[in-house]
């Protein structure tokens, strides 16, 4: 999406966007639509009875990753306090998803694809959070 | 928004849903509406230039607060790890723009409307997250 | 919620706002917590196999009902075109939601809640576009 | 985003996913994003007075979005009606964005961005409701 990019590069205080925050809206942006996708995918499984927390953990992780992607693009007035707490929410929620989403991986390819977007939206947070 | 408290009996594992987290969710549902509303109307105010931070402030309360509600809202297997990093994040983003809207509550009602509802979710998600 | 009509009622631009209105971002409020509620209830019902339509129906229905309230929300400078289709979107999700949640009322106390939140939302975005 | 792509392959269901759903989804996605941070940036420019139309626009744009994009990604139990009256909304705020967008592409290039974007989108949402 290097639409996004280009955005934050032509925003009036995007001069000195990090590479560490492109990368994390990036990732958010990713992870959330994996994790809506790998619900969805859960609840068509024979086994749903079995993916009951996998499915709730997805809709978690999707709605979480959404907001934090939508906070971070927001480039004026920031808060970093926000920024923090926020970011720690996103990194919980994408380890729980992925801790979750890593018991089904041999079993169901959605959920091994849904967990490596997790681990590395899970990691471009703690990236971005090392620098605030 | 009593048909939440209703929908939360009436859920299969809602039977011992406690009253701070009905008063949780239902204080972010209402603090999300708020926000949206108050963005929107500092938005078309004359000063608009001088509510930049306000705008911001309300856009990212409201996407936290929606999130935060969906999260607790869930029932089904949660993560108790996830509900507090949540429950941080909106109590953050809370305090953070009714710090913003307090600023501004003399001059545009709608900004002291938006600062009660933001502290009443904010101490909502204290008072949960003292459960915890 | 009463906190969104005096929200409405301190916009700049809020002075004429129409009591269908206020009617339908407080329908799609309700609407939008009902239906995510719905959908982890189902999930945790032992025939959750039997309700995969529901669920997906439900997060469909909380999804279109939280942007409409949002949409709806904002004052400034609306675009008619777009409150019409939004509106259209939300009355076609409610009927598709309230339709499936009939279908399990009887069995399930949730689904008749959310079914007869989902026909009051379906009614209120009716009654706004007669006016619009 | 070619992890949709491949999201929607292992997806139980997703066998026969069309080209245009996958184009659809993934339009969405990037204009969510894109709308998200164009209103952001209208809200630091000099002349957010006269930007208020284009703020308003983008965040109905960027919510409208989103759900679609989550709607169209569910391959579970999908509602036809439901898919073609969110595509409908969906092509209907990206068509006022870009419209207002267009205004202001010559002097604010995320303007001119996030007008390709909708346009883009746009033009996916009718492909989509073409097919169904």
Excluded: F, W, Y
């Amino acid at each position: 999406m290097s639409t996004i990019t280009r955005m934050l590069q032509t925003h009036p205080v995007g001069g000195d966007t990090s590479e560490a925050l492109r990368a994390c809206i990036q990732a958010c942006a990713e992870c959330a639509a994996t994790c809506t996708s790998c619900a969805d995918a859960c609840l068509a499984e024979d086994m749903v009875a079995e993916l009951r927390r996998c499915i709730r953990t997805n809709l978690d992780c999707a709605d979480v990753c959404a907001v934090t992607g939508a906070v971070l693009s927001r480039l004026t007035e920031p808060s970093a306090e926000v920024q923090r707490a926020v970011l720690q929410a996103c990194a919980a929620a994408c380890r729980a998803c992925a801790q979750e989403c890593e018991k089904h991986a041999d079993m169901h390819e959605h959920c091994r694809v849904c967990a490596d977007a997790c681990r590395r939206c899970e990691q471009a947070c703690e990236e971005l959070l090392a620098t605030l």
